[in-house]
């Protein structure tokens, strides 16, 4: 068991949203146009003297504590590691998606190259190099800290206790996070703030009934998989019984 817990430090007082971290995040990673790993959220507010400004809110994977994508995955591919890393098994993802909407942070999203699960995974391969993630080495504002929070002469060990750190969580998310953000006293706007997530029908009984039964043993995997297949199935039909025109319903009944 690893003595370690990784987490990512985020100063927004010193964020100038130049996106660098995104670019290099999309460089390491060679995601598909039109999606990333991170980003940077603007966010429209007010200064002490009334006057607009912006703020900026570096975004990603939250790592969280109890990750709400974990218990949704039908396949255990969905994983948590001992250092509080969340990951994706791509040779277990079966691409259902049921984790997608689970996230409260909207991290996670279906990739369309490889037909799996794609998301920020803290650069984990460079991580166990001894090497900062992509986004942190090429931060030029600053803003961006990641290291072991169990290590009291790590850099994120001081910074924690120097300043005062908040955590992207509300009434209807509770938990901790491996993600911590400083705002300079400033309250968390609404904007960036997790969104509470409501399970279908069919994800809930993946969720509460096949994950548990899968971990007794190889064989319930059969029936994981087949759930997952039609949850997707089900998806599938209702998106098609939407786009059908009225017309093409009277012909197929007779």
Partial sequence: MSNKRYVMLAD???CINCKACVVACRAEWETPLGQSRDWVAEVEDYDQNGMPELQFFPGRCQHCDDAPCVSACPTGAAWKRDDGIVLVDDPLCSGCELCVPACPYDARWLD?????INKCTFCQ???DQGLQPACVETCVGGALHFGDANDPDSEVSKLLAEKEWVQLTTDEV?????????TGGKPLPKAVLPHPVQQTIQEKAISDVVNPVAKVGLGAMAVTFAAAGVKKLIDRRNQV????????SEQEER
């Fill in 125 to 127: 391969p460079r991580v």
């Fill in 112 to 116: 369309p190259e490889t037909g799996k």
């Fill in 12 to 14: 927004v007082t010193r």
């Fill in 174 to 182: 509770p938990g901790g996070t491996a993600h911590y953000y400083y």
């Fill in 241 to 248: 019984s939407r786009d059908e025109r009225p017309e093409t």
